[in-house]
């Protein structure tokens, strides 16, 4: 099988391997750069010129560094991607995590309408980067660590939620965040730039299931 394998091709139900990894994480600030610019490459020949178009050698030549280079932190197109996806989820984990710091004794409402905010912060930063590799997502390999974030995540919305006394907090968290999505992903590919209106619907929607209109 090519180094470029798997994006675009079907997959069954189950996997064998786990979604691929760097082959090692860099230590000097020298090495971090180069492995730091690989991803940018790629996250930008992604969001330009679309999945078709990435190859290890276009991706090589836009980080500026050899292929050998690339090769040493990345076995595979696909393992820079799942790292892509890592990437993208550990943002959206500690904007989580920052905003129910900051919300800390704050009332339910206050605490709502701030991780509404945050949810579309992480979403209009990462638009159309983040749908794209959601696409990719689905035909890779499950990934553990993927799956730790995302229950990281959970966490710390439920425990929030648990804070305010909120009945059933793992599953309120569950369906607040879907909600959250629900209306965000629509709302940011029609074009939307008026977020502050966004959030203010989502607001409404959100508290309304907590019973706080």
């Known amino acids: 099988m090519s180094k470029n394998s798997h994006i675009g091709n079907s997959h069954p139900l189950t996997h064998p391997d ?3 990894k760097p082959k090692k994480t860099p230590r000097q600030a020298r090495a971090r750069a180069t492995f730091q610019a690989i991803l940018e490459a790629a996250a930008h020949i992604l969001q330009h010129s679309g999945p078709t178009a990435l190859t290890t050698n276009l991706i090589a030549e836009r ?4 292929i050998g280079s690339l ?3 990345f076995p595979s197109k696909d393992a820079i991607i799942s790292e892509l ?3 993208l989820r550990r943002e959206m984990r500690d904007d989580i995590l920052a905003m129910a710091q900051f919300v800390e ?7 709502v309408q701030r991780m509404v905010r945050a949810s579309i912060h992480h979403h209009v930063h990462t638009y159309g980067r983040a749908e794209l590799l959601e696409r990719l997502e689905e035909h890779l390999p499950p ?3 993927t799956r730790e974030i995302k229950a990281e995540i959970n966490h710390i919305v439920t425990e929030l939620l648990r804070s305010h006394g909120v009945e059933h907090p793992a599953q309120a968290a569950f369906d607040l965040t879907n909600l959250v999505i629900g209306m965000a992903h629509p709302a940011l590919h029609s074009g939307e730039t008026d977020f502050e209106a966004l959030a203010g619907r989502i607001d409404r929607a959100a508290l309304g299931y907590l019973g706080r209109t």
């Open 18 to 20: 786990p979604a691929p």
């Open 63 to 66: 980080a500026g560094v050899s």
């Open 71 to 73: 090769y040493q932190y």
């Open 85 to 87: 996806i890592r990437e």
């Open 105 to 111: 004794g704050h009332p339910l409402d206050f605490t």
């Open 143 to 145: 990934d553990p660590e």
